[in-house]
């Protein structure tokens, strides 16, 4: 049975996901909410419940990501399929008064939005709240990494190997996909989505979580982590800018709340009651 209602746009999709080497389907289901005006807002997909992995452990070549540790999601949620882009953020800034974002000549529409600091995300989710009446926010780290893994305890969502191309350029290496060969973000679908549906997890931009820097603290379950340094906030995922090596699902960074940076956006959950 769906968990969704009063929302538009459903479709489903029926994808295999390989955990632990045993492979089990998934049907993937994506919907939108209506704004206020009836235009869509952002292509969700819905998160299952399950038990997964974050974090992981020190190697020589990637240094200290962890510690890695069993997570558990016991509430379903849904997250935006791609990073919130020019076109989505920039319809709430002309009806918020606010500055639009440096897109460094990039373009804008369906590019990701990119200079946009941890306060703008939270203030763009808080007015998608409003129009739709539904509840919009930053995901979690644990949320971020259970969703980018999508149903797999691997490295990367498809595997412990990195592969060029696969989900992300890395020039140094070169044959990236067309279009994303630049020293820049693109248009998400260049490449394909993980089994849960999502874009992009591992390129084009990195993206802003909840939890607050706290070197000493990692949450095992989807809660953020609220203690620490909360001027400074993680960023999850890889980006056009990051070599093969930085683009692990358990990868994280810590910026100022005010950092506003062109490698950089975000996508949010939509909490499904």
Known sequence: MSLL??????STLSLFIVSCGKPSSYTAEFFSDKLSDGSNGPQLSVIPTGAGIAGEEYTNSTGYFGPQRAIKNSTAFAITRAE?????YDKFAN???RALPDDRGWGRGDMPVINISWMDATAYAKWLTEQTNQYYRLPSETEWEYAARAGTKTVYWWGNEYIQSKEHCDRDIGNCTTGTEAAQPWIFGRYNAN???LYDVSSNVAEW???CDDENRRSNDTKPVESGDC???I????????RAHN???SARSALSIDAKYPSVGFRLVREIH
């Open 5 to 10: 209602k009063n929302i538009v746009a459903v």
């Open 209 to 211: 979580v909840l939890d």
């Open 235 to 242: 960023v999850k995922g890889g980006s056009y800018s990051d």
């Open 195 to 197: 089994s849960y549906g």
């Open 231 to 233: 001027e400074y906030r």
């Open 95 to 97: 009806a918020t008064n």
């Open 84 to 88: 919130i882009t020019f076109a989505q």
């Open 247 to 249: 683009i692990r699902l």
